[in-house]
Every structure is written in structure tokens, then in C-alpha cells.
């Protein structure tokens, strides 16, 4: 009896045509080609939530519609397959009686349990086509019947490997699992299914009836009487999910040191840099290594693969992140295009549009924002977290969030003290069960992520960083911002790191437009000198627009043991399209009130950071501010101020403190404006003939109100610095009439010819005499004003400092 041509008539008696030859099972670990600026994670294989949008409830009605009508057309394709799958089962069971059978008796059981439940499953639909139900009652019988998928979940391993053996074996089995067929679609198009497709599809219905809840409960109405069934529904579907998840992670646990098993700790998506290369992947940390790996995207007639990437031990892992801002100009104007049309496709998407062919086309912009928010996901990422191993093998993964790498590293490194032996893994069954892991993950798209739109952040969001208090060690410390939303627009940036300092203060103001956002988180970093930046602490702040102003509201932010203190304001307005990054505006030979303007300060940076690191580390130096620094040093450094501050301030601490001192000197001399103005000089030169020196002062002081506010508080600021230098003089040598015929030259000057100046000529003597003497005599006063440095974050109408 010809076993293999019972099946081939069996099959063909049902209109299944059979193939005489057919390609091999497509290896897991075969490689695909991925273009070099693509997403590596095709959109197609993760099946997205819808990006959230206001719509009315008729729009609602008529989109649920489609749903519904796309449940129906899935679930009728599902039904085909299941057909499909049962076909040859007949001609399988009836050969295994035989000489020659193609399943043994064991084998056959497994099918016989999978048809068993299958037929189960098909049993229970045909019950509900017996009432006359709700939409939401129907999905509550539906999901009460999801217990029917455990054994089927259960079995689905065993039942693949039966598949495969069977098919490496047997040539026989091998032309009946490759030529299913199935009728699907209206035109009745024949579809080709493996087998191993095929026992995956009930699988994969699973997760998909979750997806379709969700979707459909999106498009319901609250008021709607199917919303509340749904809901539950949709709650049953996902406690049955986690329940598999749970059961999927027992179940590969693999007994370690210690009496541990192997547990899957956290997973998501990161960016694996190779060789220069940018990938997205979904890493897994188990207890006791880390697994990398990447997801081949489903196609007709074949089921969703995780494929190995690479794997660490975590005993003796070593971990070293940085931040590497410098991209290449051709980088930055791609992530300006992305961004770009990803703000036009979100406009689009949320203007109100009826009618199914507009609903169509609204599907295929949110498809392709998606796409495009992966790529801005893949090359945006400027953090860097190392892992070096023992065995010298290295791998770097990319974060745009310090926040999330942080978390990441903090996981991994609780993992890597406890020192637990590795278990050499079974790569395949260890990446097989990825896809059961994989089923509640999604990737961490901004768009999808941000929720509801009520409530939201949209418009210019402002946080002053003001000062911490509560280091342990005097430290050189900076404070990171990031905000969520939308990520069409720049969402993490930094203060300038502190001089070293127990309680450093920057008075910095940080500015974001956000579209979207609901979530900032601050993290507060210490610098170390030639080693890894450490986080001294970091905490997530919920955004309510409720709260927010456009007037300063001061906050105290408990971040570990370390207390920042900052101010937020909001100011709410509709957002242009994002425009090209901005390089920064130079800062000497500027007017110092535009560089104050644009830093948003009343004392420009430049001045205060050069002036921190003097009394740092300058102020028992012999001869400060008078022997010169290097020219080469000044100038690196002023370079580095007219384009990047942060740089900037990092090299200064690193500098010789006379290149620190002569760059001070030089941003003054190069102002275009004296700081005090040239019109004054006059009228401070005849004040100077005011014999006594009481008087003398309070006439000069009272001179010094009608300076303009940037160059009064300014010169307040330098003023009382060289006074506590000229408290060193002991060590220093400097007394206040050195400083004082050091900085006069630069700090006053006469007018110049053909200004309007009607007084008196001053020869270049008397010029230098005046600017010594008028710097001289305030520098003698020992009640000088205060100097304010910063904008005032509090206003009146706020109230007291607020903890959180």
C-alpha cells in the first residue's frame, strides 16, 4: 500500500493541490538584507496601536465599523486555515497503522491533542452563532473560551520539533507539510502554508484577539452599551496573556549557582551599534546573561521568528556608558527631514476626516509614521552604554534617553554583583521562546506611547536649574532634562557642569517645545575626571497642564540623597513645523546684553563659570589675573564658548587657571560696549575730585543706578570677586589696586571721537589714571549692591517652594 499516495489522492479529493517538489523549511538563523538607513524591525511585524486622536462619536461609530469589518475578514481567514490544518490529518492517522507509517504513534498523539482542541475551539464558535448577542457579549464568550489555547500553548513546542524532525526524516512528510493550501480572500486567492505556519496560527489569534479588543474598545464609545463587556473582555484576554508569559518563563528556567533558575528580569528595544552600523533590537536580561536578538517579520504562510544576535554572561561584565553629541551634518539633516514628516503626517492625522476612503488613507499615514518614528528610533540615540565581557568580547548599545540607559545599566549591574555562574544557554530554544516573551512588548514609539491628548503639553515648556544641595563630596555636577511627547522636536538637554562644590549653582534656563507631553524626568550627574560619569540620583515628574503657568513656579526635587532645586513655567501655543538645529550665537565681540538675552541670564555664562573656577582652584596663585596664560589656551577657549557651552565649560575645568583669568580679561576688552559705559566717564571722572572718600563713594554708587541692568549687575558680580581675591593678598600678592589697574583699562573707557562727545579732550595718561582710580575706589567700598545673575524664577503671585 502506497501510504504517500493515499495522501496526495486524499488531499487532491479535496481540491488541495500537491506540490511534487519543495524548497527546505527556511532555517531560523538565515540572514535577510536590510538596507542601510531602514528600520531593521519592519513595521509589519508588530501590529501598532493607533495613534491617538480626538474624534467625535460618529467618527468613532464609523471607524469602529471598519474594525468590526476587519475581525470579521481575520476571523473567516482563520477558519480557512484551521480548515487547512485539519486536512491532512486523516491520511496521517491512518498511515501511522501501518508498515510504513510517516507518524509514530507517539507523534500522533500530539496531532490528536491539537485537533482535539482546534475542533474544541471551532465547537465554541458555532455556539455563539446560536444567539442572538451584543458585539461585547460575543467577545466575553470568545475570551471565556481562551483556556481552550493552553494546551494547545503548551503542546506548540513539542508539536513544531515533531514538524521538523519528521521533515528532515521523511520525504514524504516533508512535500505534505510544505504544500498546504488554503482559500483566502473574496477572489478565493490560494494561499501556500507550511505546516509549521499553520500550527502556529492558533498561537498567534491569541495575541491577536488582544490587539483587536483594543483596538475596537478605542473606537467605542464610553457611553456605548458594548464598552463596558469590552472592557472586561479585553482585561480577561490580557490576564491570560501574562499567564502565558509567566508559564513561558518557568518553563525555560535553568537551574544555576546558588539554587537560582534562569528568569527573564526586563526586556525592550535598543540600538545595537556594530561596526558602525545601527540596528533595532529587542534585548532580553535574564538572571544570569543578556540576550540580543531581532525579529523576523511574519509573511504569508510563515509565523513571526526572534533570530539570535549575540548573548553575554553577566558574571564579570563591565559596564562604561558615555554621551557622544557629535553627529556628522548629513545625519543631522536626515533626522530634520524624519522629523519633519512626521510633524506634517501628525497634523494631518489630527484633522477630522469622515468616510472610509479618508479613514484608508488616514491607516496608511499613521503606517507610515510608524516607520518613520523607527528610524528616528535607530540613529537618533547619542548615549552609548559599553559592555565589555571577560572573555573580550564587546558590545555597544544606544539610548536617546539617559533616563532609560540608567535603568538599564542599574538592572544589569544589581544582575552582575551577585556573581551567579552561566549556564551555557540552548541558543535556539532560549531565542524560540522570545516569541512567546514578546507577546505584550511593543516598541517605545513616542507617538504611541503618549495616551490620550487631553491634558497634554503643547507649546514652549521652560525649566530653570537653580542649585542641589545635599552632596556627599564636593563635586563638579551638571542636571540632564528630558521631556516625552511627540518626538518631532529636541526632548533632553543639559545645564553646564558646576565647579567642583558641595552645593553648586548654575541658574541656568533650560527651553523645550513639546507636543505631547506628560512625563519629565531629571537626573543629576557627576563628573569624574578621566572615568564614567555616575548619576547621583534621578526621579520622573508628572506634567499636569492644570499646574503649569506661564509665570515661574519653583519646585524641590528629591533625586536620591541630592535635592535640585529648579522653577518650570509653560506658555501654551500652537507649534510650527521643527526647524533646523540651530548653531549656537558666539558670545565674545557680542553686546553683553544679546548674549544675556539669548542665554536668558542677567550675568552671561562666560563670566560666572570663569569666575567659579578662579576661587576653585586660583585663588592662592601668585600673581593671579596678572601673569598671563598661554595664547593658545585662551583662544581654544574662547573658540569652544562661541560654539558649545557645555564643551566649554568642560575644558575650562581642565585649563590652566591663567588661561581661565586671561580669558575673563579678554571677553571684556573685546565687548563692543565697555561694561561701564562710555558716556559715564565724564561724569565719573569729575566724581573722582570728591575729596572725601565717604562721599566719593556715595556719589559713585549713586552713578552706578543709571547703568543698564545686564552691565550694573555684571560689574557688581566682578567687583565683589576681586575683592574676596584681594583677601588672599598674603598668598596672592594681589592687592585691590593691582586688580584694579589690571581690569580698569577694560572696563572703562573714554568716547570715542565723533560721538557726541562734547567735553573736554583726556590724554592717554589722564585716560589710564581715570579707569585705575574709578575701578580703585569701588573696589574700596565695603557696602557694594548685590548682584543678581540670574532672572527672577519666582514671581510674586507664586507661593512658597513645593517638594515633590
Not at 469589518?69 to 482563520?78: A, F, W
Not at 535598543?270 to 536578538?293: A, M, P
Not at 545645564?495 to 524626568?521: I, R
Request: one cysteine or more; hydrophobic letters at 35%.
Amino acid at each position: 500500500m502506497d501510504v504517500y499516495q493515499e495522501a496526495v489522492d486524499y488531499l487532491e479529493t479535496h481540491h488541495v493541490p500537491v506540490e511534487a517538489e519543495a524548497d527546505a523549511l527556511e532555517d531560523v538563523f538565515h540572514e535577510e538584507v536590510v538596507s542601510c538607513f531602514l528600520s531593521p524591525l519592519n513595521t509589519e511585524s508588530v501590529d501598532f496601536p493607533d495613534t491617538p486622536t480626538l474624534l467625535s462619536t460618529e467618527e468613532l461609530l464609523e471607524k469602529r465599523l471598519v474594525v468590526l469589518k476587519g475581525i470579521l475578514g481575520s476571523e473567516e481567514v482563520y477558519l480557512r486555515e484551521l480548515d487547512a490544518l485539519l486536512m491532512p490529518m486523516k491520511a496521517l492517522r491512518a498511515s501511522a497503522r501501518t508498515s510504513q507509517p510517516v507518524l509514530s504513534s507517539q507523534e500522533d498523539r500530539l496531532n490528536a491533542q491539537s485537533q482535539t482542541e482546534l475542533g474544541t475551539d471551532e465547537e465554541a464558535g458555532l455556539k455563539c452563532r446560536n444567539f442572538d448577542l451584543e458585539v461585547g457579549d460575543l467577545f466575553l464568550k470568545l475570551v471565556n473560551h481562551l483556556s481552550l489555547y493552553g494546551g494547545f500553548i503548551e503542546n506548540y513546542e513539542k508539536a513544531v520539533e515533531v514538524v521538523r524532525k519528521c521533515t528532515q526524516s521523511d520525504p514524504r512528510f516533508r512535500t505534505l507539510a510544505e504544500s498546504l493550501m488554503s482559500n483566502n480572500g473574496v477572489e478565493k486567492v490560494r494561499t501556500k502554508y507550511t505546516l509549521e505556519a499553520l500550527l502556529y496560527k492558533p498561537l498567534d489569534r491569541v495575541t491577536k484577539t488582544t490587539l483587536a479588543l483594543r483596538d475596537l474598545l478605542k473606537t467605542t464609545p464610553v457611553e456605548h452599551r458594548d464598552n463596558a463587556a469590552l472592557q472586561e473582555a479585553l482585561r480577561l484576554s490580557r490576564s491570560f496573556l501574562s499567564g502565558v508569559n509567566e508559564s513561558s518563563q518557568s518553563k525555560c528556567g535553568v537551574t544555576l549557582s546558588h539554587g537560582m533558575r534562569r528568569q527573564l528580569m526586563r526586556d525592550g528595544f535598543v540600538v545595537d551599534v556594530n561596526e558602525g552600523v545601527r540596528s533595532l533590537r529587542h534585548l532580553f536580561l535574564y538572571t544570569d546573561l543578556l540576550l540580543c536578538t531581532r525579529c523576523k517579520h511574519a509573511v504569508k504562510g510563515k509565523q513571526e521568528q526572534y533570530r539570535f544576535c549575540w548573548y553575554l554572561p553577566l558574571a564579570g561584565l563591565r559596564l562604561r556608558w558615555t554621551a557622544d553629541k557629535k553627529r556628522s551634518s548629513d545625519i543631522n539633516i536626515r533626522l530634520h527631514d524624519l522629523r519633519t514628516k512626521m510633524f506634517i503626517l501628525q497634523q494631518q492625522l489630527q484633522q477630522h476626516t469622515r468616510g472610509p476612503r479618508l479613514m484608508a488613507m488616514n491607516a496608511r499615514s499613521r503606517k507610515k509614521l510608524e516607520h518613520l518614528e523607527l528610524m528616528l528610533y535607530t540613529y537618533a540615540p547619542v548615549y552609548q552604554l559599553e559592555l565589555h565581557s571577560p572573555s573580550g568580547k564587546s558590545h555597544t548599545l544606544c539610548f536617546s534617553s539617559l533616563y532609560e540607559l540608567e535603568e538599564w545599566r542599574e538592572a544589569i549591574h544589581k544582575l552582575t554583583t551577585n556573581n551567579i555562574e552561566t549556564v551555557p544557554p540552548d541558543l535556539l530554544t532560549l531565542t524560540s521562546s522570545c516569541v512567546k516573551l514578546r507577546m505584550t512588548q511593543q516598541p517605545p514609539l513616542h507617538s504611541i506611547s503618549a495616551g490620550e491628548n487631553r491634558g497634554l503639553l503643547c507649546g514652549t515648556f521652560s525649566v530653570a536649574i537653580h542649585s542641589a544641595l545635599g552632596l556627599q563630596q564636593p563635586a563638579s555636577v551638571y542636571v540632564c532634562v528630558e521631556v516625552d511627547g511627540y518626538d518631532f522636536f529636541d526632548d533632553e538637554t543639559q545645564s553646564h557642569p558646576s565647579v567642583n562644590s558641595l552645593n553648586p549653582h548654575w541658574d541656568q534656563e533650560l527651553t523645550f517645545h513639546v507636543d505631547g507631553a506628560h512625563n519629565m524626568k531629571v537626573l543629576c550627574v557627576s563628573q569624574n575626571e578621566g572615568q564614567n560619569d555616575t548619576v547621583l540620583g534621578k526621579t520622573t515628574v508628572k506634567l499636569e497642564s492644570k499646574q503649569l503657568t506661564n509665570r515661574w513656579r519653583r519646585q524641590t526635587l528629591q533625586l536620591g540623597q541630592v535635592e535640585v532645586i529648579l522653577s518650570l513655567k509653560y506658555i501654551h501655543h500652537y507649534l510650527q513645523p521643527p526647524s533646523p538645529a540651530a548653531q549656537q550665537p558666539p558670545v565674545f565681540c557680542v553686546p553683553i546684553e544679546r548674549v544675556a538675552l539669548q542665554e536668558r541670564v542677567v550675568v552671561p555664562h562666560v563670566v560666572r563659570c570663569c569666575v567659579e573656577e578662579v576661587e576653585g582652584r586660583g585663588m592662592d596663585e601668585v600673581g593671579i589675573y596678572r601673569i598671563p596664560g598661554t595664547a593658545t589656551d585662551i583662544n581654544m577657549l574662547r573658540a569652544a564658548f562661541n560654539s558649545n557651552l557645555r564643551e566649554a565649560v568642560t575644558r575650562l575645568r581642565g585649563a590652566e587657571v591663567n588661561a581661565v583669568c586671561g580669558l575673563l580679561k579678554l571677553y571684556f576688552r573685546e565687548l563692543p560696549e565697555p561694561l561701564i559705559p562710555s558716556e559715564m566717564f565724564q561724569t565719573l571722572a569729575k566724581a573722582l575730585d570728591i575729596q572725601d572718600l565717604n562721599a566719593r563713594l556715595v556719589s559713585m554708587l549713586s552713578l552706578l543706578k543709571s547703568c543698564p541692568e545686564v552691565k550694573r549687575h555684571t560689574f557688581l558680580f566682578l567687583l565683589r570677586h576681586l575683592q574676596r581675591v584681594a583677601q588672599r593678598e598674603e598668598l596672592n600678592k594681589m592687592s585691590l589696586l593691582n586688580l584694579a589697574t589690571v581690569f580698569g583699562p577694560s572696563l572703562l573707557r573714554p568716547p570715542a571721537a565723533g560721538q557726541g562727545h562734547h567735553g573736554p579732550k583726556v590724554d592717554i595718561s589722564q585716560e589710564v589714571v581715570i579707569q585705575v582710580q574709578v575701578v580703585f575706589s569701588y573696589l574700596q567700598c565695603e557696602n557694594l549692591p548685590g548682584a543678581q545673575t540670574s532672572l527672577p524664577f519666582l514671581s510674586e503671585a507664586d507661593e512658597g517652594p513645593t517638594y515633590m
